[in-house]
């Protein structure tokens, strides 16, 4: 348990720019133990901007500035050639024959949340970070990736609760159950009727 002073402590050094894993480090405690102190003293999660906002004093800027004085910028003078990347405006977003509804953006948020990272480690933990399917396991010579992979489909859990916030997310047990979670390596997943390819292919 965490005193007063040491609570307020961290949310002091979490509002000062730095990120989870910094106070984490700061701490020596868990990105978790530091959202959960986050959480239960109402202090919002920020964006990455609004970190790097508090990090870079008037200081910070001056002495930036001064450090790149009299320095041209690499760029100057160069002609950046962008005529291989074809732009479709008539194809993008809602126009998109893979548009969703905006649940990309969703989804990453979700797959960038705490909650989720913590249910991924819990996945492999349980299933020693070896595939459940051909028993390959991260190891010197054979760097396997390894994905945590949603039985229901995470896209089916997120339908079904008609989930469209990332705080619909965060408290939905579905979202969150191990049991409704398996360790596979990336080979092995890319097969399943599941993964992200796959599911557009047979929807």
């Not at 000062?16 to 020596?28: P, T, W």
């Not at 986050?38 to 004093?57: C, E, F, P, V, Y």
């Not at 905006?102 to 492999?124: A, D, H, P």
């Not at 979670?181 to 599941?194: A, I, P, Q, S, Y």
Request: aromatic share 8%.
């Amino acid at each position: 348990m965490f005193s007063d002073i040491e609570k307020r402590e961290i949310i002091e050094c979490y509002q000062k720019g730095n990120s989870l894993a910094e106070v984490g480090d700061m701490f020596n405690i868990t990105i978790g133990a530091v959202h959960y102190i986050l959480k239960k003293n109402n202090i919002d999660r920020r964006k990455l901007s609004d970190a790097n906002t508090a990090k870079w004093t008037e200081e910070k800027r001056k002495a930036q500035s001064e450090k790149r004085k009299g320095i041209a910028s690499s760029a100057l003078g160069k002609t950046w050639q962008l005529k291989h990347i074809k732009k479709y405006p008539t194809r993008a977003g809602e126009k998109s024959h893979l548009w969703k509804g905006g649940k990309t953006k969703l989804s990453s948020k979700i797959r960038n949340s705490v909650e989720y990272k913590i249910w991924r480690k819990q996945v492999f933990e349980r299933d020693n970070y070896s595939c459940v399917e051909c028993g390959r396991k991260r190891k010197k010579g054979d760097r396997v990736i390894i994905d945590a992979d949603h039985i229901s489909p995470f896209s089916k859990i997120l339908d079904d609760f008609n989930i469209t916030f990332i705080e619909e997310a965060v408290s939905c047990e579905k979202l969150w159950d191990i049991e409704n979670g398996r360790t596979l390596c990336r080979e092995c997943h890319k097969k399943t009727d599941t993964y992200g390819v796959n599911l557009i292919k047979n929807a």
